[in-house]
């Protein structure tokens, strides 16, 4: 069942930062949740020319939990963060990867964002983006494009998966 806890009442009403929270937190889920009930051959099935499966897009998921939430506000390099150097390199799953690790990465991810900002208020400002100083609300804005774009695509890619192994071989 999916749920939309940012239409609640107490999020409707709620201060900008917990409306923030509540649309990234629906969308984090979402995209966590598109692995569930999957083999992990379906997890890792390519059907389209690029990189993406579904697997990879929760792997990039924490990639761009990392860069926007640690990198843009800690300063820190990627090197340092553990994270590849490019966007494209994180659709890359190793052998190791698998339904349970990339899940369980992203939810520390996902804490280890909400610990980051949690001290911040959406107009401070963080410095640790290459395109120079940006207000949290930015980052908030584009991390919230990126994962419901994610969240579209891991739809399509799950429908199609679901749909081949419910048609009679």
């Excluded at 749920?3 to 999020?11: I, K, L, Q, R």
């Excluded at 997890?43 to 792997?59: C, E, H, P, Q, W």
């Excluded at 930015?138 to 890619?157: F, K, M, N, P, S």
Aim: net charge negative.
């Amino acid at each position: 069942m999916v749920t939309h806890p940012s239409v609640e009442p107490g999020v409707l009403g709620a201060p900008l930062r917990r409306q923030f929270d509540a649309f990234l937190d629906e969308h984090r889920a979402a995209l966590h949740d598109s692995l569930n009930g999957l083999t992990e051959e379906q997890a890792r099935r390519s059907l389209v020319s690029s990189r993406t499966t579904l697997l990879g897009l929760l792997k990039h998921a924490v990639f761009v939990e990392k860069v926007w939430f640690d990198e843009a506000i800690t300063c820190r390099p990627r090197e340092e963060i553990g994270i590849p150097a490019t966007p494209d390199e994180s659709f890359v799953l190793d052998d190791g990867d698998t339904i349970a690790s990339v899940q369980r990465a992203h939810r520390q991810a996902c804490e280890e964002s909400r610990r980051t900002v949690a001290a911040l208020g959406p107009d401070d400002v963080v410095h640790g983006n290459r395109r120079g100083p940006l207000p949290l609300r930015w980052v908030y804005l584009h991390t919230l494009r990126e994962l419901a774009q994610h969240c579209g695509h891991a739809d399509i890619l799950r429908e199609q998966i679901l749909d081949t192994a419910e048609r009679p071989g």
